[in-house]
């Protein structure tokens, strides 16, 4: 067993560390404080090869892995976690279209995500139905060659800035089978009668554009099925699968940022004439986060190869997410409180993080959904 990355897996940490510092560091508090975020950075970060590299090199992606995309979202995420997000969830839904969705549909779809020239979401999440998406009532009529969808949805990421949405549909809300009564249907948002409003006022990733979205009477062709009718909740899976784990390395990267500004502001405090990090009961803390961060990115790694090598195992990312969403939290607490008042401010990075960690332990799935899938799993 080799623990260590490929000479190749070690240049785009690198590369993607440099990017992330050169870049993010003097954008991110605005963005925070004014919920916004600029596409131009999105667009470069793609023109060097950072976005969508898990998507096949027949549709112009480097044809890496899961693994890769999860390095890069750590390293992103440990510079700013608001502008990571923004930035690597615009192929958010393409593991879905690459996994599921024919020849044509991949062609049409994913070129323009790695090349930067659009946006893609995936739309689950109701009003009524969040971790239990079997309730989804969003209804897409089937009306000759076309889809008419009637609905709408919450907390959609890129909902007001996609080019694109996955929207999860009751096609066949009649099936017997509960399994089967949902579909994937792809939705270009210019399309009449769909319409998204920003919901603003989020605790963290605020670079991170959230919508809620409606369709009314939205009419796509039935050639935008993704995947075959009434297959639907198995693409969600999917989605939830590569997205928890995918969230668990944004988590892996909060979670050393909170560690690396602890050890700098410990070393440079001075507090009864000696450096705060001279005292054991901080650099307990700082062990303890070691601990928790190379306890969860050896479960992000060992997920993502699992994924990368055809053995994808539910259970182990389920774990990966779970621990790794607990641990940011958990990280981004003692890294406040190594800060002392300082970090309850807006000056310092841990304000930020704290706010930001939060996010990961509800989003792409909450911590209780993944312990409901480890259980499923190891009761089978
Ligand atoms: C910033 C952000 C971005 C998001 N982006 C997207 C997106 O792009 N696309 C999308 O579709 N959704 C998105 N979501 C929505 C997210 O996936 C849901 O919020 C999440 O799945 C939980 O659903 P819910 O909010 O309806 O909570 P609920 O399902 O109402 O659950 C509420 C609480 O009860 C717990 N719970 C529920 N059922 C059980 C049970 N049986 N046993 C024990 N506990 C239970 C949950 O874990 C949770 O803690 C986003 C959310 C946020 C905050």
């Known amino acids: 067993m080799d623990f260590d990355l490929s000479k190749e897996q070690k240049d785009i940490v690198k590369a993607a560390r440099e990017f992330a510092q050169g870049e993010f560091p003097d954008r991110a508090e605005a963005f925070d404080q004014e919920e916004s975020f600029d596409e131009m950075l999105h667009k470069k970060a793609a023109e060097l090869g950072f976005v969508g590299v898990f998507i096949d090199e027949a549709y112009e992606g480097p044809g890496m892995g899961?693994?890769?995309s999860c390095l890069i979202a750590e390293e992103f995420t440990a510079v700013d976690p608001g502008i990571a997000m923004a930035i690597l969830s615009s192929c958010f839904?393409?593991?879905?279209?690459?996994a599921f969705g024919s020849e044509e549909q991949k062609k049409t779809y994913l070129p323009p995500l790695v090349l930067g020239e659009a946006v893609m979401g995936i739309a689950l999440t109701e009003a009524e139905a969040g971790s239990d998406l079997g309730t989804v009532s969003t209804f897409?009529?089937?009306?000759?060659?076309?889809?008419?969808?009637n609905g709408s949805k919450v907390l959609i990421t890129n909902g007001s800035r996609a080019n694109s949405l996955l929207c999860l549909a009751a096609a066949d809300p009649e099936n017997g089978d509960v399994n089967r009564r949902h579909s994937m249907v792809m939705v270009e948002t210019d399309r009449d009668g769909f319409q998204a409003r920003p919901i603003k006022g989020k605790l963290g990733a605020r670079a991170s554009d959230t919508a809620e979205v409606s369709f009314r009477n939205v009419s796509v062709p039935y050639s935008n099925l993704i995947g075959e009718p009434g297959r639907?909740?198995?693409?969600a899976a999917h989605h939830r699968l590569c997205n928890g784990l995918f969230a668990a390395a944004q988590a892996v990267?909060?979670?050393r940022a909170g560690l690396e500004e602890s050890m700098k502001h410990a070393k440079k405090r001075m507090v009864f004439n000696a450096p705060l990090s001279s005292f054991q009961a901080i650099q307990f803390f700082m062990a303890d986060m070691y601990i928790w961060i190379q306890a969860g990115r050896n479960l992000v790694c060992e997920a993502a190869w699992r994924l990368d090598h055809g053995k994808p195992d539910e259970k182990l990312t389920g774990a990966a997410k779970c621990f790794c969403s607990?641990?940011?939290?958990?990280?981004a607490d003692t890294a406040l409180q190594v800060h002392g008042g300082y970090g309850y401010l807006a000056d310092y990075k841990v304000q930020r993080l704290y706010r930001d960690a939060k996010v990961m332990e509800v989003y792409a799935g909450t911590a209780e959904m993944d312990k409901m899938i480890i259980a499923r799993n190891l009761l089978r």
């Open 66 to 68: 899961m693994l890769e």
């Open 253 to 255: 990267g909060i979670a």
């Open 232 to 235: 639907g909740l198995e693409a």
């Open 93 to 98: 839904g393409a593991e879905v279209v690459q």
């Open 326 to 331: 607990q641990m940011a939290v958990q990280c």
């Open 140 to 149: 897409a009529a089937r009306q000759g060659d076309d889809y008419v969808i």
